[in-house]
């Protein structure tokens, strides 16, 4: 099957910096990419969608310009997390969409952790 | 909105015991059902799917059935092996046959433990 790769697995930041999270389609182009997050003992909720050359389309009660998304080439994808705070420790996850198929394929996550 | 809720794990199992996951969703419409799958250090799997009332999804031994009068797609396996030991997500899309690459929503996971 078609494989995601995110990149890094985990990562812990100081308060107030700045993480960056790709997630890379490593055989297949992607058109559309899903970010995700996960917080403890809860589900997996939607953030953005983005789409090759466009903005991405966030949803309702995530602040855009705190999520940064790049999807400059149909391979890769990116979330930056700015001026990072403990509370948004959870883990990250994406899916790409190949083009003119109908199936995501998940990343493996990326687990951030905010001191 | 629509939302899953599925039961908390973890689920701890001998070999060759019988699963079962419970699922029940909250839709308008006429939803996809999925189950995803996590093994350990990997990205989400799709297992299996069904997208109308009463269809059966299968895969490796897993089955489930989309029951609208229930609101149900429980996760079933007769046997479990030691390497079916992970992480079990119930989604689901409101778009008709094309689930994956649509909006999910995921409940929030079961771990399952399956011990020799």
């Known amino acids: 099957g078609a494989v995601v790769s995110q990149h890094p697995s985990r990562v812990i930041c100081k308060s107030g910096t700045s993480v960056k999270i790709e997630c890379r389609s490593l055989?297949?182009?992607?058109?559309?990419m899903f970010w995700y997050r996960q917080f403890p003992k809860q589900s997996l909720m939607l953030m953005a969608t983005?789409?090759?050359?466009?903005?991405?389309?966030?949803e309702q009660g995530v602040e855009k310009d705190k999520f940064l998304i790049n999807h400059a080439s149909l391979t890769l994808s990116t979330l930056t997390v700015t001026s990072a705070h403990p509370e948004d420790s959870s883990f990250y996850i994406c899916?790409?969409?190949?083009?003119?198929?109908?199936?995501?394929?998940f990343g493996q996550g990326t687990r951030l952790t905010v001191v | 909105g629509n939302s899953v809720t599925q039961m908390e794990g973890p689920v701890t199992l001998s070999e060759e015991a019988f699963l079962t996951i419970n699922c029940t969703y909250t839709?308008?419409?006429?939803?996809?059902l999925f189950w995803y799958v996590q093994y350990p250090g990997e990205g989400l799997q799709l297992l299996l799917k069904?997208?109308?009332?009463?269809d059966k999804g299968s895969n490796k031994g897993f089955e489930a059935t989309y029951r609208k009068e229930t609101t149900s797609f429980h996760l079933e396996k007769g046997s479990v092996q030691v390497s079916d030991s992970a992480v079990y997500f119930c989604?689901?899309?409101?778009?008709?046959?094309?689930?994956?690459?649509?909006?999910?929503?995921f409940g929030t996971g079961t771990q399952l433990k399956v011990e020799l």
């Open positions: 899916s790409a969409r190949e083009v003119g198929g109908d199936e995501a394929f």
């Open positions: 055989d297949f182009q992607a058109t559309t």
């Open positions: 983005s789409n090759e050359g466009s903005k991405a389309t966030y």
């Open positions: 839709a308008t419409g006429y939803p996809s």
């Open positions: 069904a997208t109308k009332a009463d």
């Open positions: 989604a689901l899309s409101d778009k008709v046959l094309t689930g994956g690459g649509n909006k999910l929503t």
